[in-house]
Structures are given as structure tokens and as C-alpha cells.
């Protein structure tokens, strides 16, 4: 399992209400994607894509992603799941995709 890669997974919504099958992109490093769990961002197509936040990084590369519209992986909203939870890899991102969700995830998480 390798930075970057696309799957569908169950995502819990932030008021933890429910969840719903949504892509994610796997952000954690292969060392940690070892054990048990993995972290990931969730990537959205609706809003996001016109308007993004802080974190929110427009894929250049969609789909090459394996994704079925333009979106965004949110930097910003990242879970620590199960790697049991994983459903079918959909693609990987490109690797400038992938360098555009780094230096989203530095700057989310004050890492500059």
C-alpha cells in the first residue's frame, strides 16, 4: 500500500451521525500502512472543486486517478481507519497530484 492510492471506503461524517462509501486518498506512510491502520484524506467532487478551502487540492489528474468526476483530496479532513475497511483501489494519483496533497497536508498540520 503506497502513498497516494484511491479506494472506497466507508467515511464517518464529521458529526459522526453516519458515514457514507466515498473515495479516500491513502496520505500515510508505507511504514504505518503495515499494521493494522492507515490514515487517508477524503476526496470530494461536488463544491470543492469551484470553491476550495485550506487543504482542498483541485486533482489536475483525475482521471488517471481512477475518479468518475473532477475532484479534490481534502487535506483537511483526514480519519485513521482499518486497513480491513478498504474496498477496490480505483487508481493512484499522479505524482504531482500526490507532491500538490504533501504540501496541503504541511500546511493543515503547521508543518512548514
Known amino acids: 500500500m503506497n502513498r497516494g492510492e484511491i479506494y472506497l471506503v466507508p467515511f464517518l461524517y464529521s458529526d459522526l451521525a453516519g458515514s457514507k462509501r466515498r473515495p479516500v486518498c491513502l496520505v500515510s506512510?508505507?511504514?504505518y500502512n503495515a499494521g493494522p491502520d492507515i490514515m487517508v484524506a477524503t476526496v470530494s467532487s461536488g463544491a470543492r472543486v469551484v470553491a476550495p478551502r485550506l487543504g482542498d487540492?483541485?486533482?489536475k489528474d483525475w482521471q488517471q486517478s481512477g475518479l468518475l468526476r473532477p475532484s479534490?483530496?481534502?487535506?483537511?479532513?483526514?480519519?485513521?481507519?482499518?486497513?480491513r475497511l478498504l474496498s477496490a483501489q480505483r487508481g493512484a494519483l499522479s505524482e504531482a497530484d500526490l507532491d500538490a496533497v504533501d504540501e496541503a497536508l504541511k500546511n493543515v498540520l503547521g508543518l512548514r
Not at 481534502?74 to 481507519?81: E, F, H, P, S, T
Open 29 to 31: 506512510a508505507p511504514v
Open 57 to 59: 487540492v483541485v486533482l
Open 72 to 83: 479534490v483530496v481534502r487535506a483537511g479532513r483526514l480519519q485513521v481507519i482499518e486497513r
